[in-house]
T-cell receptor, first 113, second 117 residues
Framework: AQSVTQLDSQVPVFEEAPVELRCNYS??????LFWYVQYPNQGLQLLLK??????LVKGINGFEAEFNKSQTSFHLRKPSVHISDTAEYFC???????????FGKGTMLLVSP | DTEVTQTPKHLVMGMTNKKSLKCEQH?????MYWYKQKAKKPPELMFV???????INESVPSRFSPECPNSSLLNLHLHALQPEDSALYLC????????????????FGDGTRLSIL
């Protein structure tokens, strides 16, 4: 079984500042990792995924994440945030067999002017 | 544009009503999922269908009854729900239940917001 920990329930940041949302996972097997974003009153949209290959993964809307196997982390970063990035961000893990997802509790990113 | 369509977007029902939630995708995906999401919480998996057969039931109460009439449609039939069942119900689909060569993760719909009076 896998688990995901998102330590920060809420991250406030000013517009144009950089941001990092933290994600750590636990698993006894190889995993795939994902970040999803959820805007108010919407479903989940995939930001980026790590399946294999380069540990630095680039996603949509200027986000990127780095897979660190030794630290079992998959932190999400953006060099300069916009007001429109205000949303809930979920880190998720899947084993390499079945495509079912285990989600972290989510981090609310609050961008203010 | 979301490629997974859920109807209705909002539903208010009494505890004695019977209603259904619908989900449709035309991406040729063979795995479809129902999730329940309470406010400020992550989605919780309820059911998974693979090739139109129920593969996973996460011990969901029988007042929720899923149905997959064909590979593009997924329904969730609701009966005698409780106030604590009020939540956002999300549908998702993926190429297959097992990871394969294409390795694409789940696509989500925008959900049905359900309120039980």
């Amino acid at each position: 079984a896998q688990s995901v920990t998102q330590l920060d329930s809420q991250v406030p940041v000013f517009e144009e500042a950089p941001v990092e949302l933290r994600c750590n996972y636990s698993s006894s097997v190889s995993v795939y990792l994902f970040w999803y974003v959820q805007y108010p009153n919407q479903g989940l949209q995939l930001l980026l995924k790590y399946l294999s290959g380069s540990t630095l993964v680039k996603g949509i809307n200027g986000f990127e994440a780095e897979f660190n196997k030794s630290q079992t982390s998959f932190h999400l970063r953006k060099p300069s945030v916009h007001i429109s990035d205000t949303a809930e961000y979920f880190c998720a893990v899947s084993d390499t067999g079945y495509s079912t997802l285990t989600f972290g509790k989510g981090t609310m990113l609050l961008v203010s002017p | 544009d979301t490629e997974v369509t859920q109807t209705p977007k909002h539903l208010v029902m009494g505890m004695t009503n019977k209603k259904s939630l619908k989900c449709e995708q035309h991406m040729g995906h063979r795995a479809m999922y129902w999730y329940k999401q309470k406010a400020k919480k992550p989605p919780e998996l309820m059911f998974v269908y693979s090739y139109e057969k129920l593969s996973i039931n996460e011990s969901v109460p029988s007042r929720f009854s899923p149905e997959c009439p064909n590979s593009s449609l997924l329904n969730l039939h609701l009966h005698a729900l409780q106030p604590e069942d009020s939540a956002l119900y999300l549908c998702a689909s993926s190429q297959d239940l097992t990871w394969g060569a294409t390795n694409q993760p789940q696509h989500f719909g925008d959900g049905t917001r359900l309120s039980i009076l």
